[in-house]
């Protein structure tokens, strides 16, 4: 099963939000990127946490609950935004505790775009 959200890059670029195999969700990577704006562009925390948001909806379309999340892997640009993003993940996911791996990378589609997000669901 795939998931869509009607995002301009799923379309562009021709992928799914998320694609469900079995009792998994898969979710492609998310950014604050909402009605094509992205959001909060001074704001990696709160881009954080509209990304998970992003995210978790399609784990939920995918029949998955934020406690199913396995694994998040984040990608910052800038090495200052690494504990603003760890500070969301923690106050979203701090119970559940998945697998997490955070990458500085050189830039993202959108200059203003200062996190994505990815995450992995999976009904135990």
């Known amino acids: 099963m795939r998931v869509f959200s009607g995002g301009i890059w799923e379309e562009k670029y021709g992928y799914s939000r998320a694609v469900v195999v079995g009792e998994r969700v898969i979710v492609s990577g998310c950014t604050a990127t909402v009605d094509g704006e992205v959001r909060h562009p001074e704001d990696a925390y709160r881009q954080s946490l509209t990304a998970i948001e992003i995210a978790l909806e399609a784990v939920a379309k995918g029949g998955l609950t934020r406690d199913d999340v396995v694994m998040v892997r984040y990608y910052v ?4 935004h690494f504990d603003l993003v760890g500070r969301a993940i923690a106050e979203v996911f701090g119970e559940v505790r998945p697998a997490c791996t955070g990458v500085r990378v050189a830039g993202l589609v959108d200059p ?3 996190v994505e997000i990815e995450i992995e669901a999976m009904r135990a």
């Open 112 to 114: 203003k775009m200062l």
């Open 77 to 80: 640009v800038e090495q200052r």
